[in-house]
């Protein structure tokens, strides 16, 4: 199994669970630690030819960035690269099906398979797709280590505005930064 330890030198998220939530006017997004501190920042930046993420901390230092892997990037990958260092750390690798979201998370030198996240099935992520109203269903996915095992959940709430719960209840071999990074991600490149 590999173990994860894509180490961002500016930032360390201890909680297990985590709000995400995205701002009113475009993807622009926050998220909050239990005591609803906020803990990361990022947002899309407009009118650049590949998609580009920086994200800052609670007090705005710049700590990554998620950069697409080619121009209009749907089903391809993003890496992760520390801000501080300039160091790819993780690639979000998107296996794009009308069937089902998947989300695999690399290690950027390795390869080797990290995390993979899952959205909650085929009918669900159908009709959320071609059903009158679908959108309005809110997204759910499962958080799995390398070896399949569960270690958590991304689940949407009902609300105006972009809202997920993030828990990992087992961190041990997940990189929490990315998966907290890859709900924003994911909710901005497939228009959720």
Do not use: C
């Not at 920086?54 to 705005?60: A, L, M, R, S, Y």
């Not at 390398?146 to 709430?157: C, L, S, Y």
């Amino acid at each position: 199994m590999a173990t994860a330890d894509p180490d961002i030198a500016a930032i360390d998220l201890t909680d297990d669970s985590y709000t995400v939530e995205q701002s009113f006017v475009r993807n622009k997004y926050a998220a909050y630690d239990a005591d609803g501190d906020t803990v990361l920042r990022g947002k899309q930046k407009m009118f650049k030819m590949k998609e580009e993420f920086p994200f800052t901390d609670g007090d705005g230092t710049e700590v990554f960035t998620v950069t697409a892997g080619g121009i209009i990037d749907v089903a391809g990958n993003y890496v992760l690269s520390d801000a501080q260092t300039g160091e790819d750390l993780v690639v979000l690798d998107n296996d794009y099906s009308i069937f089902q979201d998947t989300w695999k998370i690399r290690d950027a030198d390795t390869e080797a398979k990290l995390a993979q996240i899952d959205s909650r099935g085929a009918f669900v992520t159908l009709a959320r797709h071609y059903v009158p109203f679908g959108t309005l269903i809110p997204h759910e996915y499962e958080i799995t280590d390398a070896d399949g095992g569960h270690v958590g959940n991304i689940e949407g709430q009902l609300s105006v505005r972009d809202r997920y719960e993030v828990t990992i209840d087992d961190a041990s071999s997940v990189p929490k930064e990315a998966v907290v990074a890859a709900a924003m991600v994911i909710d901005a490149i497939q228009g959720n």
